[in-house]
């Protein structure tokens, strides 16, 4: 399959957002150490978020999710989407960076190596496969980036809070409340979150998975509500019961990332029976 590149996108590849996450949330890490994430340490990651917070509407977000989630991009089974997505690569060094399908697999094999349920080990395979919105030609900041509930005031928890200034939705009261279009603890499956992977990604696998491994889907760049509490006024009891579900998650999503290449050869039979045994041969995406 032809190889593609982003042009003109602030992120030298869509890892350098996960590498930030990863920075910005290492464990044991001091204030000092937290405040060299500002936009002169790193222009690319705040010229992305700038993006993202300026252009992440209410109008927007409803738009994409009238695109997207109708799922009508064709056919494909996960082996398909995943070679989909490995045709998305960066112009880093291309001997020592991994491939997205690696990548996927680092997370998944380190949930299999701790024992974890095979629905959470598949669900480890397929959480970045939302991804290929970038090949459907959604710009960096539509695709990820931590997401938040839009409509609604936004939380101080969300990074580069700042560059909501230049938000749209700022000028509209009914979105500047608490609760903004929403009820108190109307759930956040009930929300609408920032359009991105996740949502993406949760939407295809509806049908098919429990609700610990949509929520895992849906709500893993949730940082403001998983990393920092925010945004519990929106949530039901199920949402706080979900919760470990979506931080035991977080943790392979942000510290499962190695060098070693996985033998894809030789997982291979593993991930066949894994797909067949939650999945239909193919999905609607
Ligand atoms: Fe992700
Ligand atoms: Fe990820």
Redesign the pocket.
């Known amino acids: 399959m032809a190889t593609q590149t982003l042009p003109q996108q602030p992120l030298h590849d869509l890892d350098e957002w ?1 590498e930030f996450l990863e920075g910005r949330y290492k464990e044991g890490k001091s204030a000092e150490e937290f405040r060299v994430y500002d936009a002169t340490a790193t222009p690319g990651v705040a010229e992305f978020y700038r993006q993202n917070h300026e252009n992440m509407t209410v109008e927007y977000v409803l738009a994409k999710e009238a695109e997207y989630f109708s799922l009508n991009k064709g056919q494909k089974t996960i082996w398909e989407a995943a070679e989909f997505l490995n045709t998305l690569v960066d112009d880093s060094d291309p001997d020592t960076d991994l491939t997205q399908i690696e ?1 996927l697999l680092q ?1 998944s094999e380190a949930m299999r190596r701790d024992g974890q349920p095979r629905w959470m080990v598949l669900t480890g395979f397929i ?2 496969l939302g991804k290929c919105l970038c090949l459907y030609g959604e710009p960096q900041w539509g695709v990820v980036g931590d997401t938040f509930p839009v409509g609604c005031a936004w939380s101080k928890d969300i990074v580069f809070h700042e560059y909501f200034a230049k938000n749209p939705d700022r000028l509209i009261p009914e979105y500047q409340t608490k609760y903004g279009i929403y009820e108190p603890n109307c759930g956040i499956e009930n929300v609408h979150m920032s359009f991105g992977h996740d949502g993406y990604i949760a939407e295809v696998m509806k049908p098919y998975l429990r609700d610990e491994s949509l929520y895992m889907l849906r709500f ?1 760049s949730f940082y403001p509500w998983h990393k920092h509490g925010a945004y519990d006024h929106l949530c039901t009891e199920k949402d706080r019961s979900m919760l470990e579900w979506v931080l035991k998650f977080n943790q392979y ?1 942000l510290y499962s990332k190695g060098h070693t290449k996985p033998d894809l050869k030789e997982l291979k039979p593993y991930y066949d029976d894994l797909f067949a045994e939650f999945l239909p041969p193919t999905l609607a995406w």
């Open positions: 996960d990548h997370t959480h970045d893993h999503d």
